[in-house]
């Protein structure tokens, strides 16, 4: 079974993407930039607009945006980048569930853990046939709790 993106899931790459246009727009516009004649407000938004870059690639789009792929025996997982991994059922410890409370709505994710120490983080915001992955993967695998949506 293949994982499908929903269209909720392209509103990360759409912001990080107007990110870097506006900061290269910013960039450009002042390109004889002197670094010791900004105010406060500069360094002040530099920093955000890093932090922010940053975490829509790091934290949501390279990690939760993934295509998983179940066979019988292993998942392959790949990112938006298509690094490939295959985890073998056997190499799966358990998973357990939270629930992400966005202005969207609440999301479900279930984070499943490896033997090492590697997090796959299966979100229903990004996966459209998140119950059928779901219930496919953890089949075998113990439960750690969590809070499940009802």
Do not use: H, Q
Not at 67 to 78: A, D, S
Not at 107 to 127: A, C, D, P, Q, V
């Amino acid at each position: 079974m293949k994982s499908k993106f929903t269209y909720k899931c392209f509103l990360f790459p759409v912001l990080t993407i107007g990110l870097i246009i506006i900061s290269t727009k910013i960039i450009i516009d002042n390109y004889p930039i002197n670094f010791f004649n900004f105010r406060w407000i500069d360094y002040f938004m530099t920093i955000l607009f890093s932090v922010t870059f940053i975490w829509l690639i790091r934290f949501e789009i390279l990690r939760k945006m993934v295509f998983f792929e179940t066979r019988e025996t292993y998942i392959v997982t790949k990112n938006i980048l298509l690094n490939k991994k295959t985890n073998n059922y056997s190499d799966l410890i358990g998973f357990k569930t939270e629930i992400n409370i966005t202005g969207m709505g609440n999301f479900e994710e279930t984070i499943i853990m490896t033997n090492e120490n590697r997090k796959i983080i299966i979100s229903e915001l990004f996966i459209a046939n998140y119950k059928d992955i779901k219930r496919e993967i953890t089949l075998n695998l113990k439960d750690y709790g969590g809070a499940r949506k009802m």
